[in-house]
């Protein structure tokens, strides 16, 4: 999941396409994709929405699927309409023999930007709940001078570096860039299943779904074990 809150947002976009491009960077770094002759597939759902100032419809929400010659797979969702921040990639890693042996979670900027966090846990042990190997958090405010600018400055570094011919292993090459612009613009050629509309007119009555949350929201205070009122009959 990787996605943020920009309904009615003022500021110019090509839609939510350009925030998929940071996983799907990040997932081919760190499997060591670097062409696109490892690309087998790509599949993509793709909602859009005038969720921007001006009422252009924009993709908002995107589903995707990349499928890669090397065994890799990456799934996911990306939108520019949820209520929050969400920067986060989940790593199924298998061994040579193909068995799932880790599931490596990976959380940025949260609840702050730069604050990161980095959990490995072991599925050897089969069904039982998974083993903790390794975690990791960012280093807390006071051993940080330049906590919320530090993944800025470190890439300024790698660009003067690189500028200076020292070179930068951290710096993407073209081959890269170029491999992830084709997978976008492969995703984006994918079906657009809806378009709806954030309009700024009057508001319609609320409906029923909105009574349904409050008294969801009433037993998950109470802890009620209790089926809630009017019944859901087959409507669902």
């Not at 299943?193 to 008294?215: C, N």
């Amino acid at each position: 999941m990787w996605s943020k809150y920009r309904v009615k947002d003022a500021r110019p976009t090509v839609g939510v396409t350009s925030e998929i491009t940071h996983p799907v960077d990040l997932a081919c770094y760190i499997a060591g994709v670097s062409t696109a002759a490892t690309l087998r597939s790509t599949s993509s759902i793709i909602c859009e929405s005038d969720f921007v100032q001006g009422g252009m419809q924009r993709p908002e929400t995107m589903l995707a699927c990349v499928d890669f010659a090397d065994g890799m797979v990456l799934t996911g969702i990306s939108s520019y309409i949820r209520s929050e921040r969400c920067r986060t990639m989940e790593f199924v890693l298998s061994d040579a023999t193909s068995n799932v042996t880790e599931i490596a979670v990976l959380r940025l900027d949260s609840p702050k930007w730069d604050d990161d966090y980095l959990t490995v846990f072991s599925t050897v042990s089969g069904a039982s709940p998974l083993d903790l190997m390794l975690s990791h958090v960012t280093p807390p405010n006071k051993n940080r001078p330049r906590r919320q600018i530090d993944k800025i400055c470190r890439f300024l570094e790698d660009v003067i570096s690189s500028i200076k011919g020292a070179g930068s292993p951290g710096l993407p090459n073209k081959s890269q860039a170029l491999l992830v612009q084709d997978i976008v613009r492969r995703l984006e050629d994918g079906h657009t299943v809806s378009r709806k509309m954030f309009s700024d007119e009057a508001p319609v009555p609320r409906s029923d779904g909105l009574i349904r949350l409050k008294e969801l929201a009433v037993l998950m205070k109470s802890g009620a074990s209790e089926e809630m009122r009017n019944d859901w009959n087959d409507q669902y």
